[in-house]
Every structure is written in C-alpha cells, then in structure tokens.
C-alpha cells in the first residue's frame, strides 16, 4: 500500500513518513509541503492513503483530498490536525476517513488508525507496537545510546567508534537490547530506525506546535 504525506512543516512530515514506512510497512511514495506538490505527484501515481495536514498555511487541504478522489475514488484520507477532537472531516470525506490524529500528542492515534485500516484491508497488524518504543525509554542510557545508532543505520564498528566501545561489546548490547525488547535482530533495527523517528518527531512537533506530551 502506497501513502503521500502532506505537511507543510517539512520535519513534522519527515517524521510521519518514516513512521508509516518503518512501522507500518507503507511504501511513502513522497512528502509534500504544498497542494500544488502533492497533486502533481497524485497525478503520477495515485496513493492508496493521504496523510493531510489540515492547515496548510494559504493551501486548502480541500484542493488536495478532492482531486485525489477524482482520480482514485477508494484511495483513503488521514488527517493530522494542531486542533485534535475540535477538527471534524468534511461531510462529503468522512466516508473516505480513517481517522483524524492529534499531532501536539503521541502518535498513539496515528498507530490505532493505521492498525485499524489494515485490518480492513485484510492486511496483518504491525508487529512492532507503542509499548515496545515505550519500553526503549526503560533501557539503560548506553542501550538507548545504542539504539538510536542503529536507527542512522551505523554498522557496529561504526557505533563502536561513536560509543567509545570495542566491537564485541556492541554485538553483546545488541544482543541484550533485543532479548529485553522481545525482536529478533532484523526486527531490532527496524525498530530502532522507528524510535530515531520517534525522538525526532517529538522535538519537531515542539518547535512546530510550541508544546508536547512526549510519549
């Protein structure tokens, strides 16, 4: 399943996008700041979900969700919104909604909602879940060290260098790491690229929003 993501504050939709790829196996097909990008791109290849920012500055989201529905009338919308529960969608989008997502909070709502779409797609649940990247924060500061260095996709010697640390002992934290967090070694460094989103989305949205409950 392909989404486009449409924020104009361009670190908020980085981090969205990173999520939705490496937490919701989606394959981000762009992240646009304007309208006029995301139509273009629509035009090109219809995405099977928009990920809309309500305000968009002097773009109308209304532009980008109706000339999506033009050309693919199944393909869904979620909206994320600096409002949360005072936004409703558009009558003529509800049935076309599969969420509306609080973007001053955890992305807890972000997750629910992918999950629950999957799942009427017939697609399987997500494997890595919120409490497992609560579960990080518990770590001891050098495996949370750790795992943020594997999240910029860094080699062990590489994080070795980073970490003032010999080799062996990353394979060993590694090896610990995944053991308290229940993954195997492929699924740890997937999940370690979805916590570095994860800490990057919370100081993004705090310089785009002013405020944030950290997750």
């Known amino acids: 399943m392909n989404v486009i993501v449409l924020d104009d504050h361009q670190m908020v939709a980085q981090s969205i996008a990173g999520l939705l790829s490496e ?10 700041s304007s309208v006029n990008d995301a139509c273009a791109l629509i035009a090109q290849q219809p995405p099977d979900l928009l990920v809309l920012d309500v305000d968009l500055g002097g773009d109308d989201y209304h532009d980008a969700a109706n000339f999506l529905h033009r050309l693919a009338p199944n393909a869904k919308v979620l909206f994320v919104t600096a409002i949360g529960t005072r936004f409703l969608p558009p009558a003529e989008l509800r049935a076309f909604t599969i969420g509306v997502v609080d973007k001053t909070q955890a992305w807890d709502q972000l997750l629910n909602s992918l999950q629950l779409w999957r799942a009427q797609q017939g697609v399987p649940a997500i494997s890595l879940t919120v409490a497992q990247l609560q579960r990080i924060q518990a770590l001891a500061p050098r495996e949370q060290r750790l795992m943020k260095a594997l999240g910029h996709g860094l080699l062990n010697k590489e994080i070795a260098r980073s970490l003032n ?13 995944a053991t308290s967090l229940g993954v195997s070694g492929s699924q740890l ?10 800490c990057l989305d919370s100081q993004n949205r705090t310089a785009a929003t002013g405020s944030i409950r950290l997750p």
């Open 23 to 32: 937490l919701g196996g989606l394959t981000v097909l762009g992240v646009c």
């Open 165 to 177: 640390l010999k080799e062996a002992t990353v394979k060993t934290y590694r090896k610990q790491v």
């Open 189 to 198: 460094v997937r999940l370690a690229t979805l916590y570095r989103c994860w």
